[in-house]
Each structure stands twice: as structure tokens, then as C-alpha cells.
């Protein structure tokens, strides 16, 4: 939210610097994220609390002129000579202005334009480049008239990117004054938390500042006559639901003229983020960045043609199925079904608290308005902003909850500021339908519940000053204070939560820089171990030492997005999720079912940025329990990669395509990093039921003590279409996490360097096509006992020479012994043992026999 710091002074006094109070509304938790300096200078000798960024006026060269009389340029239809009065004495100054074009050649103006004057050797943005260039102003001669001085635009000044014509000014402003001091200003864009959604106005600021520095608060004033006929008889309410909305008010207003609004409240509008539109318009956006109430004017005699010269029934309901609006965007909208509606006997008028309709918006003809404040379900509207991709600053404050009791005054403020600024006579009155009354909580507090929490002593009465600077109502009975929510605030609850919410009320202005640091008085508890965590944080770093880069993807997706790991024809598994009440986008509506499409599509998103790509991800999926509300949870671990082996450098080029086996040695790496001992560890072809996501015959399971870890292999061609890949191959696994980390002991054996030699020797033999690597290396590390300390499979050989169904694999086999030097009858002894488990158990024949 942007609000310039003037406006705020028109409600609070403040004596501090620009760069003060900056710091003090981040202390407040009104975090400001950035100043921009209008005409104002940067500040000088402070440590900036926040960035500060603009462009400062010359007090002595960029001033307030008065034009007095606009001549014709003697050489070019499209320029303009003004005769100009600087405070001093009189200058012509040339200008292309299109604004002044209707006071040429029409002699001396009978009430003078005031405008912004840059005299020679001002520093302005250049007003015809793009974005904003610093350019100095010189003398210079321009069809035959020579130039030196200008009346300025928005956009030359940094006010706005507006440049199609010049400032004019409202009629106060004195000829000579310094512009700086006239309409410098400072616009503060401060980050407002959704739980104080009532600092999103002037007051809600003002308040804070008020509260925080003993400052009295000044509330808007009403000036205005109400003289107009009464509104009673001319507008009916009805509202359907007062869940969805509470509270519904109107005012009137009539013989109003639509004009441009006074420079003053154009200039704050636009430096509060708001385009000017007229002075009716204008009220209504002014009022809800004063109060926070978001406001609707209704063109009331287009509301009485719609009902046949009847005055108007106002009706608050749900859209009808198929029911269409035209909302003030000229958008046609289907409307869905939960979304509430203002509504006349016609038809659509508005979509509630989000936009206006088109039919019955404020035209420059329009004479008679019908004011509109209400109070809407915040959750409703939120839900119609996502689905209508709608947002606008009337929906940023209701779907974050606005109070019923604003409405009225609200309106009551709108039709002050319209018939100030637009004419026409207040009628009397207001039409108020209230039927969901919003009772303020009552929270008590000790003066114990303060020492506790906040660890200061404050007393009763001490207690009661702070929250009343905050306007809650307070009363004192001892050490308890007794504090009613004011009446423009929601998120005050009761119990123990109002307690926790006054606390920090209390914290707040109390100042957070003021608690003072304690020490905990008893002593630490005791440090126990969380063994799964540490398991966990090990594979993560093993992982990371390994190559791989960890990444962290959103736990919401759609059935859709997951549907991408199935092979293109493969029908979509009718699957149950756990989906989201209040969904944050379209495409985050359900509670994930896999981790592998998650972490595919990080993949896919950098897959043409780098030449190789490795990446892991452990986090939890989401299975719905029948007749249970929450989901079970298991957490997984996902590794994808794609790409060569090792990226081109000066030196060396890129190195091969990523295969089957470069994933293969990353799992055993891992494995071993977790000591997980070999016997333990089964890696068999395939699965009993085929794994949809991966290529069948390029895939592997890894079984760890029996249990099914997981799978992992080559992506399945027909899923690798669905993603935006530009490499040839991509590999993935997918283990469950809790069967790794049960695998993986919390102590293990650590044997020293061996200091006698090691004996080598190699075996081959012949078994069945259709026995495994897995199964043979588990029968020689059982057999091997303690002294088989390695076991490699070097050569696989099929021909005609060991017979049809068979195959030779060939092993180097490594024996150590920590105690003596294994002789040559040592070796032979263990080997004879391995080959004959071989031989009885798989039908294994030694080759060289």
C-alpha cells in the first residue's frame, strides 16, 4: 500500500524525520519497503531504515508560476507562448502542452492557471523518453523562439508516468512558492499483514502513529449540509444470506456534476497507486483509502429505468446457474455459483465487494448516485477474485475481512467528499439492512498475563492507556483490565487467542526495542536425539556430496499436473486427494499423491539452462484415509537427472549421455555413504506389477532386508513426451524414505587401514539367463564371511560356447585379513567355499571347469 505522508499529517501531528518514521512503522509491524521522495530532498546524516528513492526539486529553480494569458507560437500550430509570472516578474515560456490549446488566442485569462515553473538549470525526467532520464534544462531556440524554461508535466517531476499535458494546480497555490514547499511529499509503500488488513487507510496509519508516540488523532470531519429530500421510500434492501454478507447501507446524493476533481486529491490518488477519473469516482476511491471501506456508487436513476420507473429493490444473493455480468472492464463473466452478487429485480448489478457492473456505473451525464458501503464474507470474495482473476483494491480489503460498523461511515464520508467536490445535496438519512449484528470481544488482561508473556511489569491503569490509544474500551478492576475490540477491527478473537492478540497490541506499542532480554531461569532441558532426523540430514549431505542438488517443490499440484507421469494413452487412475478448502491458485488445488512429478518439473523448468542436471528432493506425500480427516503422510525420497556425465570446461569437452548405470552407481554410492552392509541390499530388473513412470526392461527394484524400498531406471519415452525435455534421457528414482532410513544403522562398524597386503583373484562361471547379478553377489558376500572384503562384476559373456540359455559372468574377488597375510591355501579355501554355494544353490558351473 502507498500512502504520501501529507495526507497522514492531515490526522496526526508528526515531529519526526521522514527516515524516522519509517523505522517507527516497520517497529510497528507496518513494514515500509520502500520511501519515494516527491520534490523532497534525500535525507542527510541518518542510517536509512528502509530504501528511499525519488527526485529532489531545486526550491530555487522549480516553483509555482501563474499563467495569465496562452498565445499562439507565430511559426507552429501545435506550440503555445504562455505569458508566465515567476513571483517576480513576467517570463514567456513555449509549451506543447495539448491542456492549454483551449485557452489560446482568447487574450488575458480571467482566473489564471497555476502550474509548476522549471526555470533554467533544473534538474527534471525527461517527459518523451522512455522510463525516467535525468536531463538538465537548457537554453534553446525552437522554431524561431528561444526557450529556457518550462511548465512541467506529472512525469517531469517523478509524480507519476503521465506527460501528455502540464500540472495545473488548484488556485491556492501562491505565485513563487517554492514547489517543494507547496506539494513535496514523501510516498511511504508499506507492507500490510492480512491480520491488519485496518491499517490498509490514512486513519489505520495515522492510528498507529497516534498510539505509538502519545500524538492525538484527528477523524475526518463532516462539513457538508444535509438539505436533501429524505432517501426513505426511494431504495429498497433484501439480503439473501447474512453469512455472505453481514451488513448492507446506502446513501444518496443529488444534482451532482461529474468534473475533474481538485489537483490536490487527483495528486494524492495518484500517488496512492489510483487513477483520477472524476470527482464522483474519485470520492468513493479517496473515502476508502481514508477508512479503509471500499465503496460502490450506483448511477440511481439508471437503477430506476431497470425497474420500469419504480424505485429500486437492492438484493444481495448467489449467482443463478448461467447467470452472466458485464463488469466495469467491459469483460462478459460466468458467473459461478458461490459467488454472491448485488442485484436489482432486473438482473446483475455488481459482483460484490470485487467490481461493479457496466450497466449501471457512473457516467460523465449521470446526476443522481446511490452510494453503496457493505460488509462482505472475506472467504467468498477471496474465492471469486481466484476464480474471476479479478483482483482490485476494493477486494484486497474485503477478502481479508472488513467491519460491519465501517459502512455507514463510509458513506456518510463519500457523500461529504461528493458534494464538496461535485455539487448536489446530501439527502437525508440511509437505507441500513444489518441483520448479522458483529459483536466486539471483550478480552480481560492481567497484569500477571503481561509479566508473564511479555516479561514487563505495566499496572492496571498503564495496561488501559495503551490499549485506549488504540481505541479499545477499556475498564479497569484491579489487575484486570477489561478491553472491548473498537469497532473497526476483526482480528481480536476470544479466550485464549484474544489474550495472545492483546498481547501483542501491547507488545506493539508498548516497543518490542523496549522488552528487555532475559535469561531462562531454569535449566536447559535435556538434549535427546532425534535419530530419523539426523539419518535423514546425513542422506541429504551424502547426496549433496554426490552431486545431486537438493530442491524444494510445493506440496499442492492438480490430478492433472500428476497425471503427466503416465504414458500418453494410459487412463487417468481414478485416484482420491486431499483437496484444499481455499485453494491459493487453480493449479494448487489438491494435496500431492507422488514426489516424482514434483520434482520432474523442476527438471523440465531448467532442463535447457545447463548441460547437466541432478537433482533430489525428500518430502511427503498425501494418501486420504477413509472416515479419517487427516491424510496419511510418507515421506519419499526423489532423485532425477538428465544430461552428460560431466559438463565441457576449457580443458576437457562434455562427457557421455547420462545412462541406466550412471544413476545405478549414484544409489550404490548413496547406500554405501549410509552403511547400509551389502547382504542387506537386493537390486532386482523390473517389478512384479510393472511401475507406469519408467521404461519397461530400463528399470530396476531395490529391495533392502526383503521390504521393497523403491524403484529406479529410465523415464518412460511416453511420459518424457508430456515434459518439455531437451535431453535424450532422463533417469529418476523414487524410494520410500522411512525403508532407507530403517536400513541404515546409527552405529556402525569403522575398520582400520589394513596394514597386510590384500589377495586378488577373479572367477567365472556359468549360470541360467535367468539368475541376477543381485542374487549371485549375495550368495559370495554370505559365503565370503569376513575376509571378502570387495566383490566386482568385470565381464558378461552369451555365445555358443557355454550353451543356449546361458551366460558367463566374471568377478574380481578381493580377500583381506587385519590379523595375518592370507597365503595362497587361504584364498583358494574361501574361493572353494563361495563355488560351492554357487553350485548347490543356483546350478552356478565354475568356467574354467
Request: contains cysteine; proline residues 6%; aromatic residues 6%.
Amino acid at each position: 500500500m502507498k500512502l504520501p505522508i501529507s495526507w497522514i499529517k492531515e490526522y496526526v501531528d508528526i515531529d519526526l524525520s521522514t527516515n524516522q518514521l519509517a523505522q517507527l512503522l516497520t517497529m510497528l509491524g507496518l513494514e515500509v519497503e520502500e520511501v519515494r521522495l516527491v520534490g523532497l530532498p534525500m535525507p542527510q546524516g541518518e542510517r536509512l531504515a528502509t530504501r528511499f528513492s525519488g527526485l529532489g526539486w531545486d526550491p530555487e529553480k522549480i516553483i509555482v508560476g501563474r499563467i495569465d494569458e496562452v498565445m499562439p507560437h507565430p511559426n507552429a500550430d501545435r506550440l503555445v507562448l504562455c505569458r508566465l509570472f515567476d513571483g517576480d516578474k513576467e517570463q514567456i515560456v513555449l509549451t506543447g502542452a495539448p491542456n492549454l490549446y483551449e485557452y489560446k488566442g482568447k487574450g488575458p485569462l480571467a482566473k489564471p492557471l497555476k502550474v509548476a515553473y522549471a526555470t533554467e538549470g533544473s534538474q527534471i525526467y525527461d517527459g518523451h523518453q522512455p522510463g525516467f532520464h535525468l536531463v538538465t534544462l537548457k537554453r534553446a531556440r525552437i522554431r524561431g523562439v528561444e526557450s529556457y524554461s518550462m511548465a512541467c508535466s506529472e512525469k517531469e517531476l517523478g509524480i507519476s508516468d503521465q506527460h501528455e499535458g502540464i500540472i495545473i494546480l488548484d488556485d491556492d497555490a501562491p505565485a513563487g512558492m517554492p514547489l517543494v514547499d507547496y506539494m513535496g511529499d514523501a510516498v511511504f509503500e508499506i507492507k500490510i499483514n492480512p491480520n491488519m488488513i485496518r491499517n490498509a487507510c490514512v486513519v489505520g496509519v495515522a492510528r498507529e502513529i497516534a498510539a505509538a508516540t502519545g500524538k492525538t488523532l484527528r477523524k475526518p470531519q463532516l462539513t457538508q449540509p444535509v438539505n436533501g429530500s429524505s432517501i426513505a421510500g426511494k431504495v429498497n434492501i433484501q439480503i439473501s444470506d447474512p453469512e455472505l454478507n453481514s451488513r448492507f447501507a446506502v446513501g444518496m446524493i443529488n444534482g451532482v456534476e461529474a468534473r475533474p476533481s481538485p489537483y490536490k486529491v487527483q495528486l494524492r490518488l495518484t500517488l496512492a497507486g489510483m487513477r483520477p477519473i472524476n470527482s464522483i469516482v474519485d470520492a468513493t476511491n479517496y473515502v476508502m483509502l481514508e477508512l479503509g471501506e471500499p465503496l460502490h456508487a450506483f448511477d440511481y436513476d439508471t437503477l430506476v429505468k431497470r425497474t420500469g420507473g419504480k424505485a429500486p429493490t437492492i438484493i444481495t444473493r448467489a449467482a443463478h446457474p448461467n447467470e452472466r455480468l458485464t463488469t466495469l472492464d467491459n469483460n462478459d463473466r460466468k458467473l459461478d455459483d458461490f459467488t454472491i452478487l448485488v442485484t436489482d429485480t432486473a438482473g446483475p448489478l455488481s459482483l460484490a465487494g470485487v467490481m461493479g457492473g457496466l450497466e449501471s456505473e457512473v457516467i460523465p451525464q449521470t446526476t443522481n448516485i446511490l452510494l453503496e458501503g457493505a460488509a462482505w464474507n472475506f472467504i467468498n470474495i477471496r474465492k471469486t477474485v481466484k476464480s474471476q482473476k479479478l483482483p482490485s483494491e476494493a477486494a484486497y480489503r474485503f477478502e481479508r475481512g472488513i467491519h460491519p460498523a465501517l459502512c455507514i461511515q463510509a458513506v456518510q464520508l463519500g457523500l461529504e467528499r461528493m458534494a464538496a467536490w461535485s455539487g448536489g445535496r446530501i439527502a437525508t438519512g440511509f437505507v441500513d439492512a444489518y441483520p448479522r449484528v458483529y459483536q466486539d470481544p471483550i478480552v480481560a488482561v492481567t497484569t500477571a498475563d503481561v509479566l508473564r508473556h511479555l516479561g514487563i511489569k505495566l499496572t492496571g491503569q498503564e495496561i488501559a492507556d495503551i490499549l485506549s490509544r488504540l481505541e479499545f474500551e477499556c475498564r479497569v478492576d484491579g489487575d484486570t483490565v477489561y478491553a472491548k475490540s473498537p469497532a473497526f477491527r476483526i482480528d481480536i478473537g476470544e479466550g485464549l487467542i484474544g489474550l495472545a492478540d492483546v498481547m501483542e497490541e501491547i507488545a506493539r506499542i508498548y516497543g518490542y526495542e523496549n522488552i528487555p532480554g532475559k535469561q531462562l531461569d531454569d535449566a536447559l532441558p535435556y538434549q535427546k536425539n532425534d535419530p530419523a532426523l539426523e539419518k535423514e540430514d546425513r542422506l541429504k549431505d551424502l547426496l549433496v556430496d554426490l552431486g545431486l542438488q537438493e530442491v524444494i517443490t510445493y506440496r499442492m499440484t492438480t490430478p492433472e499436473r500428476e497425471a503427466r507421469i503416465l504414458p500418453t494413452g494410459t487412463e487417468m487412475l481414478q485416484q482420491d486427494y486431499v483437496r484444499l478448502e481455499n485453494p491459493i491458485s487453480q493449479d494448487r488445488t489438491v494435496l500431492r499423491r507422488s514426489l516424482l512429478v514434483s520434482v520432474l518439473e523442476i527438471l523440465e523448468r531448467n532442463s535447457r539452462l545447463r548441460d547437466r542436471l541432478a537433482f533430489f528432493e525428500i518430502g511427503p506425500v498425501f494418501w486420504p484415509r477413509a472416515g479419517e480427516k487427516l491424510p496419511q503422510e510418507e515421506p519419499f525420497l526423489v532423485i532425477a537427472m538428465t544430461g552428460v556425465t560431466d559438463e565441457s570446461t576449457w580443458d576437457r569437452p562434455a562427457g557421455a549421455e547420462l545412462d541406466f548405470y550412471d544413476l545405478k552407481g549414484v544409489i550404490e554410492a548413496m547406500l554405501e555413504g549410509l552403511h547400509i552392509h551389502s547382504k542387506s541390499i537386493h537390486i532386482e530388473e523390473g517389478e512384479a506389477q510393472p511401475h507406469p513412470s519408467f521404461q519397461p526392461g530400463k528399470y530396476a527394484s531395490l529391495l533392502l532386508n526383503g521390504e521393497k524400498a523403491g524403484v529406479f531406471g529410465i523415464i518412460h519415452p511416453l511420459v518424457k513426451e508430456k515434459f518439455d525435455f531437451d535431453k535424450p534421457v532422463v533417469l529418476a528414482a523414487e524410494f520410500r524414505l522411512n525403508v532407507l532410513l530403517e536400513a541404515t544403522p546409527w552405529q556402525y562398524d569403522v575398520n582400520p587401514v589394513p596394514v597386510y597386503p590384500a589377495v586378488h583373484e577373479d572367477i567365472a562361471i556359468i549360470v541360467d539367463e535367468t539368475i541376477s547379478n543381485g542374487q549371485i553377489e549375495q550368495i559370495i558376500y554370505e559365503t565370503g564371511g569376513e575376509m571378502l572384503a570387495g566383490v566386482r562384476l568385470f565381464d558378461i559373456f552369451r555365445g555358443g560356447q557355454i550353451g543356449e540359455g546361458k551366460k558367463s559372468l566374471a568377478y574380481s574377488l578381493t580377500y583381506i585379513s587385519h590379523a595375518r597375510t592370507l597365503t595362497d591355501k587361504d584364498a583358494a579355501k574361501i574361493r572353494n567355499k563361495i563355488v560351492g554355494r554357487l553350485e548347490h544353490e543356483l546350478g552356478a558351473v565354475l568356467r574354467s571347469s
